[in-house]
């Protein structure tokens, strides 16, 4: 069983910048496809970005290309969300997720097996 925390949600303004950290439990978090999913009010949560177990290769929406990066640090079971020139559209419940299949290029929440709590990010305009 792995657990998943995440943190560094908030209220910022357009433009602002957040980091997202989620944490794993488990000894077999380097071998996990990781991803940030986002879930506005009323809506389905859909993938922000995603990174492969080595961290060699990542995907992200083309909502946040060349805003957001995506990184891990296997050595403390981090992923990491770095959210640059943020905007009111963004705001959104981020959650942390991981797929057990480290060969996969999963897109769909359904394709993953732990999330985390979710933390709150609001952009104000």
């Known amino acids: 069983q792995v657990q998943l925390v995440e943190s560094g949600g908030g209220l910022v303004q357009a433009g602002d910048s957040l980091r997202l950290s989620c944490t794993a439990s488990?000894?077999?978090?380097?071998?996990?496809?990781m991803a940030w999913f986002l879930q506005a009010p009323g809506k389905e949560r859909e993938i922000v970005a995603r990174?492969?177990?080595?961290?060699?290769?990542?995907y992200y929406a083309d909502s946040v290309k060349g805003r957001f990066t995506i990184s891990r640090d296997n050595a403390t079971n981090t992923v990491y969300l770095q959210m640059n020139s943020l905007k009111p559209e963004d705001t959104a419940v981020y959650y942390c997720?991981?797929?057990?299949?480290?060969?996969?290029?999963?897109?769909?929440?359904?394709?993953?097996?732990?999330w985390g709590q979710g933390t709150q990010v609001t952009v104000s305009s």
């Open positions: 997720a991981a797929d057990e299949d480290s060969s996969g290029t999963p897109l769909h929440s359904y394709d993953y097996d732990y």
């Open positions: 990174i492969s177990w080595s961290g060699t290769r990542t």
């Open positions: 488990g000894r077999t978090f380097g071998t996990y496809v």
